[in-house]
């Protein structure tokens, strides 16, 4: 099998920590072919999406007391190839968000990949109505307390009901722009508008969850399964658990709560085309549905001893065989 990844340049990726990487390093061991490419390596001609492909070969990382590590050199990149990307079996969108005017663009470049011929892994349909904050508000009876609004006067009134709650940007990762409001803090209104850019851009507002302090759980999710799970506490005063942020990871199960919200979210993802996706759980309730490229396949394997990027390449066959 032949599997194009679209990433951010390789040689800033953390091989140690990066999902995109574990998947190429899996589907290497499998006997795949692995190529690369960026978004400013994409075409459309005569109808159909074209690309700059690179192949790439990985020293895998190793495991030495407790942590991934890599080698200096863990990559080594072949000729690229200006080719079209129905000549691969499968095509990765794993460029970090933000999501960006560029990266709409090649959702629609993407467009002009047969389905049917190639799988898409997210399909370009999906992470157009994927925003990862505001997809997971179609699943009531999953999420807390939500509100998203720009009207500085509405989310005042939420904060003012609820006494605590947390502000999340629309476009934002990796906990950046997440800020914990109080009722009777000073700057709220100045964190409203600075947040909203004066009214000018809605943001989600939360209420805070007090499990949050033991951790912000991330499933991960393959064609509408959980197959791992990795819980990330909060350091020190930090109310974020992500990992960016300096959040600790800690073995985690997956309960039965967690199961059922998997459960409901799985004929919608299937609908929408997204077979690897990673969603954030507080306190048994869904806060996020990630979909650009959902991360933790590291923090499992070491924690778990397993290997989810080999779970993925499995699925990845059977996945190839329902399109022929």
């Given amino acids: 099998m032949k599997l194009a990844f679209i990433i951010d340049p390789i ?11 574990a998947l190429m390093e899996s589907a290497q061991a499998a006997g795949y072919e692995v190529w690369i490419t960026q978004f400013d390596q994409l075409s459309v001609l005569d109808g159909q999406a074209w690309a700059t492909l690179t192949p790439v070969s990985l020293k895998p990382v190793e495991l ?12 080594k990149l072949g000729d690229s190839q200006f080719q079209p990307l129905a000549n ?9 968000p933000p999501v960006t005017v560029s990266y709409l663009y090649t959702t629609y470049l993407l467009d002009y990949v047969d389905p049917q011929q190639t799988l898409l892994i997210n399909h370009p349909r999906g992470l157009r109505a994927a925003n990862e904050k505001m997809y997971a508000l179609q699943f009531r009876d999953a999420i807390p307390e939500t509100i998203v609004s720009q009207d500085k006067s509405v989310i005042l009134q939420f904060v003012q009901d609820k006494g605590m709650a947390v502000l999340k940007p629309l476009g934002g990762k990796a906990g950046e722009g997440i800020l914990l409001l109080q009722a009777e803090d000073r700057n709220l209104n100045s964190l409203i508008e600075i947040s909203t850019h004066r009214g000018q851009e809605p943001v989600m507002v939360q209420i805070y969850l007090p499990e949050a302090q033991q951790g912000d759980k991330r499933i991960i999710l393959l064609d509408g399964d959980p197959i791992g799970a990795v819980n990330r506490v909060p350091r020190g005063q930090e109310f974020r658990g992500n990992m960016a942020t ?15 919200i998997c459960n409901q979210l799985a004929p919608v993802l299937k609908r929408d085309g997204l077979m690897f996706v990673g969603i954030d759980i507080i306190g048994g309730y869904l806060t996020e549905v990630n979909v650009t490229s ?13 290997s989810l990027g080999e779970k993925v390449m499995n699925w990845l066959v059977t996945a190839k065989q329902g399109l022929l």
């Avoid at 040689?11 to 990487?21: N, R």
């Avoid at 030495?64 to 990559?75: Q, R």
């Avoid at 300096?246 to 059922?260: L, N, S, Y």
């Fill in 11 to 21: 040689s800033a990726l953390d091989p140690g920590h990066d999902t995109s990487v």
């Fill in 64 to 75: 030495v007391d407790g942590l991934w590590v890599a080698t200096k050199d863990w990559f």
């Fill in 88 to 96: 691969m079996d499968a095509v990765w969108m794993r460029k970090d």
């Fill in 246 to 260: 300096g959040g600790r990871v800690v073995q985690a199960q997956i309960t039965d709560r967690e199961k059922a």
């Fill in 294 to 306: 959902p991360t933790g396949i590291r923090e499992i394997d070491r924690l778990d001893n397993t």
